[in-house]
């Protein structure tokens, strides 16, 4: 079972930067995609960025494409999400998706395609 946890929350100032880290533990294998979803109090979730195994691509919301960068580490199952230029309206929680498999480009921008979610880490960005 591979479990998501993620880490590197907390409180910064608009312009600031923050790099959130997603360890999945167990297996991933070959074939998986991993992504970043926020939630900000009484709104949707919102599709931050993803990766997929064997494809160098990587994919971002509208929103933050510019200033936040997603990479992974392979030798520790570890997905990074480094945020810059941080704004008020990046606060929200954010949380690690990952799935078995290479999602088709269509899919991966969905949080209900993803098998598994972390418990979310939360990230405050004060004016």
């Known amino acids: 079972q591979v479990q998501p946890v993620e880490s590197g929350g907390g409180l910064v100032q608009a312009g600031g930067s923050l790099r959130l880290a997603c360890v999945a533990s167990?297996?991933?294998?070959?074939?998986?995609?991993m992504a970043w979803f926020r939630q900000a109090p009484g709104e949707e979730s919102e599709f931050v960025a993803a990766l997929r195994s064997g494809d160098g691509n990587k994919y971002y919301g509208d929103a933050v494409k510019g200033r936040f960068t997603i990479s992974r580490d392979y030798a520790v199952n570890t997905v990074y999400l480094q945020m810059n230029m941080l704004k008020p309206e990046d606060t929200a929680v954010y949380y690690c998706?990952?799935?078995?498999?290479?999602?088709?480009?269509?899919?991966?921008?969905?949080?209900?395609?993803?098998?598994?979610r972390g418990q979310g880490t939360q990230v405050t960005v004060s004016s």
């Open positions: 167990g297996r991933l294998g070959n074939s998986y995609t």
């Open positions: 998706a990952v799935h078995y498999s290479r999602l088709i480009v269509s899919a991966l921008r969905g949080g209900n395609h993803y098998k598994y």
